[in-house]
């Protein structure tokens, strides 16, 4: 019988029982991946050579040392395309540096690696996470394993649809505003955006960077926890990295949330929910109170300006980041007469249309005339959205409200770049304020799955663990599997 | 406001984005659309309200400078689209 479709824990007991070894798992993973890939498009590249070098030395550590080796190690994991692998094809999802190979590996990477965890291969995303359904990446769109015609959501859409379809129990993605959160809640899995500086950004491909963050996508909360746990903590190559050692998550999943104040933000709940997701999110909430938390309607009021306040701030330190891709030092050139048009060709061939709309974007709200208005007066309503956080929290231990207004969508349905905006309308503000946050599977609208987002103040990344791990341990949604996943 | 068909050509040539026609209209009519979607941050009151730049509160994160091992010139020069085996190679600046 394949393991395909296991938790992580899961098979890490079974390789502890012996039942299994990191071959077998790691076989499996491909055989799945064979399987459901030509319709999914899960994968942009597989990393065969350092996986089977990672499977032995996981049988070695497991051989050496069972107690101490990590919950990751011989557990098949996959890697959106923006985290660096030295020497492995890391394309950002972008045609600008399809033939890029990286010089070095990103410290979230290499903790993995260390940890001997099986990275099968690079998961296809929204070009440099640009997104919310994976439709922007240069090398096709991504089919959600629940209904292959419609968006598994994004950026981190690939590393979704590998988790949903059973391929791998642990993937990791970046979200900058939900792009782990959202595709997480419209796969069916979870996912965890931790607290900014929680993970190295070392060697991951920058979008935004005050904002960009890279965290796990899995089955369960507490696969979730270990894959968090086995990539967080302080790394001097990354300066905005947090310097204390993060929470133990593992520690506090059994606690429950019994005579813990949770706060239901108004504005979360009001227009613009697709009524499943209002039902469901609804239920949710009410099966935490029957676990014994006390509920109370809280308000974030400057939650409508999130939107506005990312889509200045995001662009503009992307149109910044993304000005490395000249030519020179890496990535595709288009060979002109003059310097200046050897850039301009570059860049106008070599990005994607989603992309430029956002260099445009951002190069405007930094260009002389328009900072004040737009980037500095977008930086001060950040500064409102991370108080209003701030006032919430002083009277709740944490938040609970839909990760996602709507449930996955058809591929192709939606034009517009100010309605695929608005996918992210729930996850943003996390992101402005810096906090850690999860979406748990909560049930289904029309046979689509619907997430529920936990919200935690800054560095407190365990206690959105702890309240998702007593959601799930009431619910059975986390054990259903896309039908197309089952052998 | 719209933005003028000179504005979008002053922006894409600031991003080093070599637009043609087509695109820098289409382009300048979405970048209308979205700024128009955004004007709710002009009502925001944020008198008196500080900048915020990063959300950490870490501040001047410094490190002893120390030499360490760094990528090789090979390796350095290993993804450029040209190089003479020592320096990336491009055009000429200036003739």
Redesign the interface.
Known sequence: MSTAGLSAADMAAALRRGEVTPGQLLDDARAQVQRLDGALNAFLAHTDELADRQAQLAAQILRDDPAGASALCGIPVALKDVLCVEGYPTTAGSHIIETFRPPYTATAVQRLLDAGAVPVGKTNCDEFAMGSSTENSAYGPVGNPWDVERVPGGSSGGSAAAVAAGMVPISYGTDTGGSIRQPAALSGVVGFKPTYGRVSRYGLIAFASSLDQVGPIAHTVEDAAAAYAAVAGNDPRDSTSVPDPPDDPSAVLKDGVKGMRLGVPREYMGEGLEPGVRDRVTEAIAVLEGLGATIEEVSLPSTDLGLSTYYIIAPAECSSNLARYDGVRFGRRVERPSVTDTLLHTRDEGFGTEVKRRVMLGTYALSSGYYDAYYRRAQKVRTLIAREFDIVFASVDALVCPTSPKVAFTTGAIQDPVEMYLNDALTIPVNLAGLPGISVPCGFSDGLPVGLQVIAPRLRDARVFQVAAAYEAATEWHLRRARLAAA | MP?SEDE?A???M???????DE?KHK?GA??D???E??????R?D?SG????????N?VN?W?EDEPAPS?TEE??L?????TDGQY?R????QE
Do not use: M, Y
């Open positions: 933005l979008v002053h922006v894409a600031l991003a080093r984005l070599g637009l043609d695109e382009l979405e970048l659309h979205i700024l979607h955004i004007s709710a941050l002009q925001a944020i309200i500080p900048e915020t730049a990063q959300v950490g870490l994160v490190r990528l390796k350095a290993a993804n450029a689209p040209d990336f491009v055009g000429a600046i």
